[in-house]
């Protein structure tokens, strides 16, 4: 089993791009990587990717409805290929997706952990905590990773939330959008987990993972593979850029 949720605490601190990233540059090619959108605020990556949302997280809403659904089965009715991965993806309506977490998350999210030569399921869970519907993803997780920006501000809310979601359950660790003032061994200190990747924020507008290959992206990519090598290998320690 390999399910990993990204997060973020609120904001917009580039969880959405790591998680493209990471589907991109998983390191176990043999196994097939799908992205599953279950941001409780509505969808976007079905029209950036320029795949629609059909099939997609409602078309698994319905099918979680049947008793015995496998997790290749939950690929072929929701899931969308781009290259050689693919996404679930969630309608752009807030009220439309919430409804599905709500009908469908626990369900989904104990099909896709029982099948431990299955897919590996990367979960855009957007703003993470333990009153959201998209919980039970994270909560099946091997890994949850909230994504921060590095000001103070924002790192300040991230503890809090760390230990909310570890009370629910969730094996948590912290990525770090940069610019910040602080080492990464200095934010696991504060935020009390462990910091996993230090990323430098692309200023540079993109749609899709196609304009994400551009050189301003070069040093992002690097820091993206080590992060996904990271989260590939169950007992590596902790990277701290």
Same mark, same amino acid.
């Given at each position: 089993?390999? +399910?990993? %949720?990204?997060?973020?605490?609120?904001?917009?601190?580039?969880?959405?791009?790591l998680?493209?990233?990471?589907?991109?540059?998983?390191?176990?090619?043999?196994?097939?990587?799908?992205?599953?959108e279950?941001?409780?605020?509505?969808?976007r990556?079905?029209?950036? !990717?320029?795949v629609?949302?059909?099939?997609?997280?409602?078309?698994? =809403?319905?099918?979680?409805?049947?008793?015995?659904?496998?997790?290749?089965? !939950?690929?072929?009715?929701?899931?969308?290929s781009v290259?050689?991965?693919?996404?679930? =993806?969630?309608?752009?309506?807030?009220?439309?997706?919430?409804?599905? !977490?709500?009908?469908?998350?626990?369900?989904?999210?104990? /099909?896709?952990?029982?099948?431990?030569?299955?897919?590996?399921? !990367?979960?855009?869970?957007?703003?993470?905590?333990?009153?959201?519907? %998209?919980?039970?993803?994270?909560?099946? %997780?091997?890994?949850?990773? +909230?994504?921060?920006?590095?000001?103070?501000?924002?790192l300040?809310?991230?503890?809090?939330?760390?230990?909310?979601?570890?009370?629910?359950?969730? /094996?948590?660790?912290? /990525?770090? /959008?940069?610019?910040?003032?602080?080492?990464? =061994?200095?934010?696991?200190?504060?935020?009390?987990?462990?910091?996993?990747?230090?990323?430098?924020?692309?200023?540079?507008?993109?749609?899709? +993972?196609? %304009?994400?290959?551009?050189?301003?992206?070069?040093?992002?990519?690097?820091?993206?593979?080590?992060?996904?090598?990271?989260?590939?290998?169950?007992?590596?320690?902790?990277?701290?850029?």
């Open positions: 089993m390999t +399910i990993v %949720a990204v997060g973020s605490v609120t904001g917009s601190p580039g969880s959405t791009r998680l493209l990233g990471l589907a991109a540059v998983w390191p176990d090619t043999d196994r097939h990587r799908v992205v599953v279950a941001d409780p605020d509505g969808g990556l079905g029209a950036e !990717l320029g629609g949302v059909e099939p997609g997280l409602m078309a698994l =809403a319905l099918a979680a409805r049947n008793a015995g659904l496998t997790a290749v089965e !939950l690929v072929q009715r929701g899931a969308a290259g050689d991965w693919s996404v679930v =993806a969630a309608p752009p309506s807030a009220e439309q997706t919430t409804s599905a !977490l709500v009908h469908a998350a626990g369900t989904l999210a104990a /099909v896709m952990a029982a099948d431990p030569d299955g897919p590996v399921w !990367l979960v855009d869970a957007g703003r993470l905590s333990a009153r959201s519907p %998209a919980l039970p993803f994270a909560r099946a %997780a091997d890994h949850v990773v +909230i994504v921060t920006a590095g000001s103070f501000p924002a300040q809310l991230v503890p809090h939330r760390v230990d909310a979601l570890r009370a629910a359950d969730c /094996v948590v660790s912290v /990525v770090v /959008v940069e610019p910040t003032s602080w080492s990464a =061994a200095e934010v696991a200190d504060f935020v009390g987990t462990d910091v996993v990747a230090m990323l430098p924020w692309v200023s540079s507008r993109h749609t899709g +993972i196609g %304009a994400m290959r551009a050189s301003a992206w070069r040093p992002w990519w690097r820091r993206v593979e080590d992060t996904a090598a990271y989260l590939a290998a169950a007992d590596a320690p902790a990277v701290a850029p």
